[in-house]
């Protein structure tokens, strides 16, 4: 019986399978078991701000995720030029429809190019053609992991504050765990056009080689951000130069990489095996990538690289098959933010052009904590 029980969980959306769960004792252990298979953090697609299913009444975030999450990075896509007019201003759109849903820290990220996978995912109306849906990664606050978030303003001109060594600092520090031997999966996301220079200078200098995994970029023209519910009243939502999430605790671990695109293809794939090798997975794992939207090279004569996201989210997936990806590509001379992080080099660039920035986050099962537990 139980057999058929676990069948039948697992082809139910979200909010069904909490509502089975309240049948009887047996109908939530197997809904239970369905949660844990399914597993946290989550990816998932929700409906684009155009979606008539947000118009009916009995529509809620729980139909795509399975609690509220503590920390929502929404991929925005494609770039404002490919978007219908209407919708330039689709990150605020979102926000302003979905921040209630999801409650706590919540990002809109604006992406040239968003991908599942191999799918390219287009967030709303563009002269490419119809919206898909929002991609978004959804983290929960956990037990047996930590998550900080903190985000620098910018300033009432539009520019980052002129005060950088302060933000700076203060930026990392908010991030950082208090034992500093703890490793940090540090996600950083920058404005273009901001000097994301000295962000990472401090990185460098707070965090020795091989205690952290870095990812992230700059993006498309939106950056923001809206702070949990109970702040909402002084701040609302928020336009940031650089936002910061860093995920930590003896529950979870990560690996981060850098390879530049304008290599052979050989190479290339070469160096996505290595850092396959490097890796020892559990029972959850999902993966990030960031690079250019379209590669050029002018810097060598090397003619057989890969030329586009989509292309090197296909080399992507033909090495790591069984792991769930978020691809988020942007103009190609924007700044990719990645380290080796099995690398002793204290020296590494964290910031490189036309690269692709690797993150693998890899955990076990655990229970989320108290969701009005705010960090």
């Known amino acids: 019986m139980d057999d058929v029980m676990d069948e039948i969980c697992a082809r139910l959306k979200i909010r069904d399978l909490l509502n089975v769960g309240l049948v009887c004792k047996r109908w939530h252990a197997a809904m239970s078991r369905e949660l844990a298979r399914r597993g946290r953090p989550e990816r998932a697609l929700i409906p684009d701000p155009?979606?008539?299913?947000?118009?009916?009444?009995?529509?809620h975030v729980l139909d795509f995720l399975s609690d509220r999450?503590?920390?929502?990075?929404?991929?925005?896509?494609?770039?404002?030029?490919?978007?219908?007019?209407s919708m330039k201003n689709?990150?605020?759109?979102?926000l302003n429809r979905y921040g209630g849903y999801l409650h706590k820290h919540v990002v809109a990220v604006g992406v040239d190019q968003c991908v599942e996978d191999q799918s390219d995912i287009k967030s709303c109306q563009g002269l490419l053609g119809?919206?898909?849906?929002?991609?978004?990664?959804?983290?929960?606050?956990?037990?047996?992991?930590?998550?900080?978030?903190d985000v620098i303003d910018l300033n009432y001109h539009?520019?980052?504050n002129a005060d950088t060594d302060y933000n700076n600092r203060s930026f990392l520090q908010n991030l950082l765990p208090e034992n500093k031997a703890e490793k940090s999966t540090l996600l950083i996301f920058a404005r273009p056009h901001t000097d994301s220079g000295g962000v990472l200078r401090c990185i460098k200098a707070?965090?020795?080689?091989r205690t952290y995994s870095l990812w992230g970029g700059s993006f498309d023209d939106d950056l923001l951000f809206m702070p949990p519910l109970g702040r909402r009243s002084r701040h609302g939502i928020r336009?940031?130069?650089?936002?910061?999430?860093?995920?930590?605790?003896?529950?979870i671990q990560s690996w981060s990489t850098v390879i530049d695109c304008r290599i052979h293809e050989r190479q290339f794939n070469e160096r996505l095996l290595r850092f396959r090798d490097a890796l020892a997975l559990r029972r959850h794992t999902i993966g990030l990538a960031c690079g250019p939207r379209y590669v050029e090279n002018f810097v060598s004569e090397v003619t057989d690289y890969i030329k586009n996201g989509t292309l090197i989210m296909g080399a992507v997936k033909s090495v790591f098959p069984t792991i769930p990806f978020i691809g988020a590509f942007n103009y190609g001379y924007h700044a990719h933010f990645g380290v080796d992080s099995e690398s002793d080099d204290p020296n590494q660039n964290l910031s490189t052009e036309m690269s692709l920035?690797?993150?693998i986050i890899t955990y076990d099962h655990c229970g989320t904590i108290d969701q009005d537990v705010e960090n």
């Open 90 to 94: 689709a990150e605020l759109t979102i």
């Open 239 to 251: 336009e940031a130069a650089f936002v910061g999430v860093n995920i930590y605790g003896p529950n």
């Open 158 to 160: 539009g520019y980052w």
């Open 357 to 359: 920035s690797l993150l």
């Open 50 to 59: 155009s979606d008539r299913r947000l118009a009916e009444a009995n529509f």
């Open 130 to 149: 119809p919206a898909n849906g929002i991609l978004g990664l959804f983290l929960p606050l956990s037990r047996n992991f930590r998550i900080n978030v």
């Open 69 to 85: 999450p503590h920390v929502s990075i929404l991929f925005v896509g494609p770039s404002k030029r490919e978007r219908e007019n």
């Open 206 to 209: 707070n965090c020795p080689a």
